[in-house]
């Protein structure tokens, strides 16, 4: 089973600082997801890399797959306190019949404190 | 823009009893997921259902539990005599196809007492 180590565990910064977060496997990923979790909700998707060395950008998230498809990171620039949630990497794997499952790491907790 | 809904927010159980978690997916939506939260642990997969069958399952999702859609719009997972640690979060999502993005509904917290 892939396992998803994600550092660091929480990360409390005032609004205005730039931050990384990182997801590193033990093995090779097929497809990663990052997600952004808030209190009392479900995960929400923020983007998905496939490609190694893929930089992708979301406003003041920019999302790097790393060139060997083991690691990933998040980095933030200028924080906002509305950027604080739980950010969470998984990995989607197709099933061998149908359908598919995600494995999610523990997450990073992100505070931005105004 | 089109979400998937859970019901109830909330569930309070006595152990032993049996639950039932409903999920409406999105409608055009044919791959439906079940996934689990216990407090202060990672997400974890449950199940996937496609075309009336379950196509996967985690070493959770044992005889305990069954998945079922009884009609064109609901998605319901069944928890026979509940025990303590069935204590969660109970997120369903669901996808176009198996490679598409899985949304996610907001869980529903379910208590055994």
């Known amino acids: 089973t892939q396992l998803l180590e994600q550092s660091p565990q929480f990360l409390s910064i005032q609004e205005g600082e730039n931050l990384t977060v990182y997801c590193n496997s033990s093995s090779v990923f097929s497809s990663l997801q990052w997600y952004r979790q808030e209190p009392g909700e479900g995960p929400v998707l923020l983007v998905t890399v496939v490609t190694g060395g893929e930089v992708k950008k979301l406003k003041r998230l920019t999302f790097q797959f790393g060139d060997a498809r083991k690691d990933s990171s998040l980095h933030i620039t200028a924080a906002q306190p509305g950027d604080t949630g739980l950010y969470l990497c998984?990995?989607?794997?197709?099933?061998?019949?149908?359908?598919?499952?995600?494995?999610f790491g523990e997450g990073t907790q992100l505070t931005v404190n105004p | 823009e089109p979400e998937v809904t859970q019901t109830p927010s909330h569930q309070v159980t006595q152990m032993g009893q049996e639950v039932i978690l409903r999920c409406v997916p999105i409608s055009n939506h044919l791959y439906f997921y079940w996934y689990r939260q216990i407090l202060g642990q990672k997400v974890e997969f449950l199940v996937s259902?496609?075309?009336?069958?379950?196509?996967?399952k985690s070493e959770i999702f044992d005889d305990q539990f069954s998945v079922e859609r009884p009609d064109g719009s609901n998605f319901t997972l069944k928890i026979r005599s509940t025990k303590l640690e069935d204590s969660a979060m109970y997120f369903c999502?669901?996808?176009?196809?198996?490679?598409?993005?899985?949304?996610f509904g907001d869980g529903t917290r379910l208590s055994i007492l």
């Open positions: 259902f496609y075309n009336n069958e379950i196509s996967e």
């Open positions: 998984a990995e989607l794997r197709e099933g061998e019949t149908s359908g598919s499952r995600l494995t």
């Open positions: 999502a669901s996808s176009e196809t198996p490679n598409q993005p899985q949304h």
